[in-house]
């Protein structure tokens, strides 16, 4: 029998083959995947935050729980029940540049693909120049950008810029997220919107495309 404390324990030491069989474990015995992403998972994560920030764990450490985690969140995936139906909409979805943080990108990710929509992941650490080159390309409705680290944050801005500078700001609606930005932080950046977490960010898609 495993339990949320249990998984996330496992995402803090770093763990993957654990958190893997606590996965599997909460998944048989019937949990609801975004339990097991929120409770467990991100749970974990949460303390490694903390203790990262607080010098008690290094970046090996934090490289180790981040693994362990995406591990897990590879079993829920094709849990997460996905609406079938034609996309209603091309998002277009990256770290900007000079932040590799890429966990909460792909969950946000997920659950935007899990809700019916086409979604483009960039990857991370991605330039304005190739976000603005992708928008060219793709012709997305939606450019979605993530930043976790508050040194690069105005690189969304630069993208927002560069958009303008194209002229292609009135084809394309621009999010924001990521853990240091704020729905403040969109409005002084012209960004369309906000979400604080990938559920939201899947409420906000569905709004601005319709
Ligand atoms: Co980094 N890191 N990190 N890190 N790291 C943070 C972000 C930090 C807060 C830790 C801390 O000090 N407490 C801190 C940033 C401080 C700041 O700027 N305010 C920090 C730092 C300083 C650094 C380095 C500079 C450390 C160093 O080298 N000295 C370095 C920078 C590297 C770089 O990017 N250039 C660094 C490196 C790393 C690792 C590589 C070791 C690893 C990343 C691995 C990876 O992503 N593949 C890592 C990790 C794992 C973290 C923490 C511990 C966890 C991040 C995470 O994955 N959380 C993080 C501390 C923390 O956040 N508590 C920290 C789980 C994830 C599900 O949540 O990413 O917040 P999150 O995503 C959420 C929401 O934010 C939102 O939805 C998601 C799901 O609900 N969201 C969006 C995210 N993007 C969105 C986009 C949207 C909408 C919502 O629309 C488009």
């Known amino acids: 029998m495993s339990n949320y404390a249990d998984l996330a324990q496992s995402v803090i030491e770093g763990q993957k083959d654990k958190v893997i069989e606590h996965v599997k474990n909460l998944i048989s015995a019937g949990n609801d995947p975004m339990d097991i992403i929120n409770e467990g998972l991100i749970a974990g994560m949460n303390v490694v935050g903390v203790r990262f920030k607080a010098g008690d764990m290094f970046v090996p450490e934090v490289l180790m729980a981040a693994k362990s985690m ?90 927002i810029e560069i958009l303008e500078d194209e002229d292609l700001r009135d084809k394309v609606k621009v999010i924001i997220g990521g853990a240091p930005v704020s729905q403040e932080y969109a409005d002084t950046i012209g960004a369309d919107g906000y979400a604080p977490d990938a559920g939201s960010a899947v409420e906000l898609c569905k709004k601005l495309l319709a």
């Open 70 to 159: 995406a591990g897990g969140v590879e079993l829920v995936k094709p849990l997460i029940a996905t609406v079938d139906q034609k996309s209603a909409g091309k998002i277009l979805l990256g770290t900007v540049k000079g932040d590799l943080h890429d966990i909460g990108k792909n969950l946000v990710g997920m659950l935007i693909e899990s809700a019916g929509l086409e979604v483009i992941n960039m990857g991370v650490d991605i330039s304005a120049e190739d976000f603005v080159d992708a928008v060219i390309e793709h012709e997305p409705d939606i450019v979605a950008l993530s930043a976790l680290l508050t040194t690069t944050m105005p690189a969304m801005q630069d993208i």
